[in-house]
């Protein structure tokens, strides 16, 4: 049980009692098609320099309430027509837990059909989520010089090689292009170059394991506005800025993961334990370790 800012009461329904509260990553809308590509540019990597670190420096007072924070994103994704969702939902057993995980359904008929998890962490401050080691300035600068040349060289593509067009989409403005079988050597050469920054980066940190557990469709990182940009992220997850006012912006679109139905399952299952965790607690109904159940007093809030 801990005091917000407010002197507020709440409750971290998932963690133990006695332990600090973790961070937490919240969960993010349902992704949309991505924007155009910016345009190129002469010296991507000296005006990537330049914008890396601006974002920090021009960010507002940050939302550092993890209350806060948590609460903003579990209403946003409540918006967005979230079926479930917890707090300190592990990914793998106990190891890499979410800040904030939930699941979207799908009505069919009489039953429910699950059609995608999504991970939300939840960040304050920009340390917690870029690595700050020797060197790690420079390399966010150069990947997001990059990134950009990367979309440019995608527009080219798209103008080159209309065979590799995705032909089972519905709407044309919404189709897709496979540029893994483009023949452009120049443009797998940067691609290899960004993976490589990509690694050295995030290698060790907790967004790279939540990825590498493979068990949601989307990944998205949450912060207070302008703690990091979009170009400081890897490429395959979403960003969303969180006011002062606790309303949800998102920045960039997260890109469908490869989650098989069977990591899916797994990760539905671990919402719905963490849920209980939080039922039980609020109900005072308490599980000793060798499984035997005790009756507590029922948490209240105090009031002012």
Known sequence: ?????????????DAPAESPVAEVVEPVAVPV???????????????????APAAAEQAPKAVEN???LHQAVLAQLVKNGAAGAALHVPCRKQKFKASVAAY????????????SCVLVDIYSRRNQCIPECAGSQAVAAELAGLRKKRSAMEEQIKLDEPELRV????????RSFDFARSTNKEYHQLCRRINSLQ???????????LARSAVADYLIIAVPENVISEDELPDNWGLWYISEELKVREIKAPTKQNCTPESRLHMLQNIGRCALNNVLFAN???INADKSVRFTRIPRARRK
């Open 199 to 209: 690694q050295s980066l995030y290698k060790g940190t907790r967004m790279e394991q």
């Open 284 to 286: 005072g109904v308490r």
């Open 1 to 13: 049980m801990k005091k917000d800012s407010e002197n507020q009461l709440f409750f971290d329904f």
């Open 33 to 51: 098609p991505e924007a155009a590509a910016a345009d190129a540019v002469e010296n991507p990597q000296t005006e990537a320099a330049q914008a």
């Open 167 to 174: 032909e089972d989409e519905l709407f044309d403005e919404f």
């Open 104 to 115: 979207f359904t799908d009505s069919r008929k009489y039953l429910n059909e699950l059609q």
């Open 66 to 68: 993890s209350h806060a």
